[in-house]
Nanobody, 124 residues
Framework: QVQLVESGGGLVQAGGSLRLSCAASGPTFSTYAMGWFRQGPGKEREFVAAINWSGINTYYADSVKGRFTISRDNAKNTVYLQMNSLKPEDTAVYYC?????????????????WGQGTQVTVSS
């Protein structure tokens, strides 16, 4: 069992940056691949980025590649999402999630554990 709590969301102007954190509880955090997803108003939840258990391998949606960076600190049971050059279309509730499968999993249903989400709003 893994419990996840996101933080770091907020209101930022276009072109700005935010760093999201996801704190995990449980002794098995380092065995899970972790992902970030987002859900905008009236939209389906979509994949943003993922990282494997060790932090060596990462995978990004095309829409955020080159602007967002996912990382993790297994000693702190935390995964991060650094978001730079933010755009209004990045506005969404951002969720972190854990999967026992591959970090290449981009489908939400393949992630067993989810946080409650944190709101990111980018103004133009």
């Amino acid at each position: 069992q893994v419990q996840l709590v996101e933080s770091g969301g907020g209101l930022v102007q276009a072109g700005g940056s935010l760093r999201l954190s996801c704190a995990a509880s449980g002794p098995t955090f380092s065995t899970y691949a972790m992902g970030w997803f987002r859900q905008g108003p009236g939209k389906e939840r979509e994949f943003v980025a993922a990282i494997n258990w060790s932090g060596i391998n990462t995978y990004y949606a095309d829409s955020v590649k080159g602007r967002f960076t996912i990382s993790r600190d297994n000693a702190k049971n935390t995964v991060y999402l650094q978001m730079n050059s933010l755009k209004p279309e990045d506005t969404a509730v951002y969720y972190c999630a854990a999967t026992a499968g591959s970090y290449y999993n981009t489908r939400p249903r393949l992630y067993a554990y989810w946080g409650q989400g944190t709101q990111v709003t980018v103004s133009s």
